[in-house]
């Protein structure tokens, strides 16, 4: 159950789009579609942003897409806003029946 | 409304059991498989363990397996996790958080409660 690889930092100004990439393996991500993706500011708890892979639950902005190629998903935030300066976690569904996360990247809006 | 108040946590030693406790309210309980993710302040999440929404399949890390339990009371729309045999590295706010929107109980948690601190410490 090793994690997910994630960059630990990204950055971007406002405005800018910028992508967060989720490095697995044949056994979790490149296996299922079942990636999700999960915002957290400073100090608040985790709030889902995509799930299956590339779909926004209802409520969360426009701005927020996500992707997959092989054993890497990939989020992108496009117009960056200040708000969106958060730490941002994947995780995936795993053929062993558990879930891994990445170990997160955090997003500086300069 | 869904609410999610995980209870329980504090100070334990190693080797020694905490049971954390999460009440649900705002959605049918029985549909809906329920998690604990953990998370060392500070550091990233980490699964923990998952009940599907009867109750018949029960998932865990293999950090956690053979040590932490999960169960589920429906009729309290509750969900626990009892932790045995404790080490320092179990330290960590646990979050409870139940299945949110997709096709599968993999497919996304949402939302997620507030966090239970768990201190693990001779």
């Known amino acids: 159950q090793s994690a997910l690889t994630q960059p630990a930092s990204v950055s971007g100004s406002p405005g800018q789009s910028i992508t967060i990439s989720c490095n697995g393996s044949?056994?979790?991500?490149?296996?299922?579609?079942?990636v999700s993706w999960y915002q957290q500011p400073p100090g608040k708890t985790p709030k889902l942003i995509i799930y299956d892979v590339s779909y926004r639950p209802s409520g969360v902005s426009n701005r927020f897409s996500g992707s997959k190629s092989g054993n890497t998903a990939s989020l992108t935030i496009s117009g960056l806003q200040a708000e969106d300066e958060a730490d941002y976690y994947c995780s995936s569904y795993t053929n062993s029946s558990t879930l891994v996360f990445g170990g997160g990247t955090k997003l500086t809006v300069l | 409304e869904v609410q999610l108040v995980e209870s329980g946590g504090g100070l334990a030693q190693p080797g020694g059991s905490l049971r954390l406790s999460c009440a649900a309210s705002?959605?049918?309980?029985?549909?809906?498989?329920m998690s604990w993710v953990r998370q060392v302040p500070g550091k990233g999440l980490e699964w923990v363990s998952t009940?599907?929404?009867?109750?018949?399949?029960?998932y865990y890390a293999d950090s956690v397996k053979g040590r932490f339990t999960i169960s589920r009371d429906s009729s309290r729309n509750m969900v626990s996790l009892q932790m045995n045999s404790l080490r320092v590295e179990d330290t960590a706010v646990y979050y409870c958080t139940k299945r949110g929107v997709g096709t599968v109980t993999w497919s996304s948690f949402d939302p997620w409660g507030q966090g239970t601190l768990v201190t693990v410490s001779s």
């Open positions: 009940m599907t929404g009867g109750g018949v399949h029960t």
């Open positions: 705002g959605f049918i309980f029985n549909n809906y498989a």
């Open positions: 044949n056994s979790d991500v490149g296996g299922y579609n079942y």
